[in-house]
């Protein structure tokens, strides 16, 4: 028997990837995903800047002990299910799904959050400090997306 729940978490931990992206890999994947072009640049530098462009990304505990998940550092207090039974959980998924290299539902939560903020991207923290203002499409340079 435990070599069976050995094995099961095995495969369990084996199926989750995560994925280090380029910024100009990271482009093409968001665009794959939904994300308009005229926007990408956005994304990337938000990304840049909360994760370092790395899917499996966890923030050490906030001043509030929420942790932020993924490419995007979603907040496991506001956006995301931890399994701690304190959240808002606005997004409807478990933190998880933000820290493997399906962008999917990463893209899906950022644009309700974006859509929330009034089409802004106001809610990250990183993107105010970084991003606002700046010229944003240097960051993909010559990319091809």
């Known amino acids: 028997m435990l070599a069976y729940v050995c094995l099961v ?3 369990t931990f084996a199926a989750v990837e995560s994925k280090v992206f380029s910024r100009c890999e ?3 994947e968001l665009v794959r995903v939904g994300v308009p072009r005229s926007d990408v640049h956005h994304w990337v530098c938000m990304a840049q ?3 370092s462009l790395n899917t499996a990304a966890q923030s050490p ?4 002990n929420s942790r932020d998940h993924g490419l995007f550092q979603i907040n496991d ?3 995301c ?3 701690n039974g304190r959240t808002k959980n606005g997004c409807n998924k478990r ?3 933000f820290r493997d290299d399906n962008l999917t539902d990463d893209v899906a939560c950022i644009k309700q959050l ?3 903020h009034g089409n802004t991207y106001n809610f990250s923290y990183a993107y105010r400090d970084n991003c606002l203002g700046q010229v944003t499409t240097s960051f993909l340079g010559t990319c091809s997306y």
Request: negative net charge; hydrophobic residues 30%; glycine residues 4%.
């Open 9 to 11: 978490a095995l495969f």
């Open 26 to 28: 990271l482009a093409k």
């Open 49 to 51: 800047y909360e994760s």
């Open 61 to 64: 505990p906030n001043s509030d």
């Open 77 to 79: 207090y506001w956006n």
């Open 81 to 83: 299910d931890n399994g």
């Open 95 to 97: 933190c998880s799904v």
């Open 114 to 116: 974006k859509r929330e």
